[in-house]
């Protein structure tokens, strides 16, 4: 395979490069165990013939590792643009969470697993004060997250099951990207991402919401434990922008809003999306 035309794509948790000349795509991870467990799961969804990203054929023995860092290779998904509707956000991960589940085991999950790993890296960064915060808060609702008693059957979940991981291709059809948090667990952390947008962020009007709730057959904020879920997506949303606050002025600014929020439960939250 020729690298010399490798176009970037994106540059995030994960490096994403176009190959081939737009026909493969090409992902640079951070994780072994991560990339082999994404492998394992688009295997496990093509099969059952589920929308998701697929696999580069003729790619054996995925992933490659090229100097301690995992890569993968994917058909290439060229993109419409237009976002998923609330509705049909509901319907695919009620059709996700109707499979059978896979043959390999699936990590357990965890709420806020990438927080240790956030922290350390905001050490120096942030104040003393807001890093105690962080760890007391991050304390607090992992207790309360313990103690959660679920009302859905649990199994396999996407773990960061969002709008901007559903690609719209030029034909139409949807496809569900961003393996890498698959985990068995409470399916209402999955359900509850549409409404944490729309009542903790207004990221979604009530029109939408309700066709979400009616298209997935569940509505978590009528559920007694919604708050605790609200609560660790807050936080971690609020890790995940922290590790680029040095980057502008406009993030380091929405960081420090959001970490003056997250101390009072009752603010109301005017958090830009980034």
Not at 222 to 240: Q, Y
């Given at each position: 395979m020729d690298s010399t035309e490798a176009v970037s794509l994106r540059f995030g948790e994960n490096a994403i490069y176009s190959l081939a000349g737009n026909s493969l795509v090409g992902r640079v991870g951070r994780s072994i165990p991560a990339a082999i467990k994404e492998v394992q799961v688009a295997t496990w969804l093509n099969d059952h013939g589920f929308p998701a990203a697929r696999l580069a054929t003729g790619t054996d023995h995925q992933p490659v590792v090229e100097d301690g860092l995992p890569v993968t290779f994917w058909e290439f998904i060229p993109e419409h643009g237009e976002k998923p509707t609330a509705a049909e956000f509901g319907k695919m991960l009620h059709d996700l969470h109707a499979l059978p589940d896979p043959s390999f085991d699936l990590p357990e999950f965890s709420p806020m697993s990438k927080f240790e790993a956030r922290i350390s890296h905001l050490d120096g960064r942030l104040p003393e004060s807001d890093?105690?915060?962080?760890?007391s808060r991050y304390e607090e609702v992992s207790e309360e997250f313990e103690a959660l008693e679920f009302e859905l059957p649990p199994g396999p979940?996407?773990?960061?099951?969002?709008?901007?991981?559903?690609?719209r291709s030029t034909d139409g059809n949807l496809y569900l990207i961003d393996f890498e948090d698959f985990a068995y667990g409470p399916r209402e952390w999955d359900a509850a991402v549409l409404s944490v947008r729309h009542e903790a962020f207004g990221w979604a009007s009530?029109?939408?919401?309700?066709?979400?709730?009616?298209?997935?057959?569940?509505?978590?904020?009528?559920?007694?434990?919604?708050?605790?879920?609200?609560?660790?997506?807050?936080?971690?949303?609020?890790?995940?922008?922290a590790q680029t606050m040095d980057e502008s002025l406009e993030v380091k600014t929405e960081v420090y809003k959001r970490l003056s929020d997250l101390r009072d439960d009752q603010a109301p939250r005017s958090w830009r999306a980034f």
């Open positions: 890093l105690a915060f962080l760890r979940i996407h773990g960061d099951a969002h709008p901007g991981n559903v690609m009530d029109a939408e919401y309700r066709s979400y709730a009616e298209a997935y057959g569940f509505d978590p904020i009528d559920w007694p434990g919604f708050s605790v879920i609200r609560a660790a997506r807050e936080l971690n949303m609020t890790m995940w922008l």
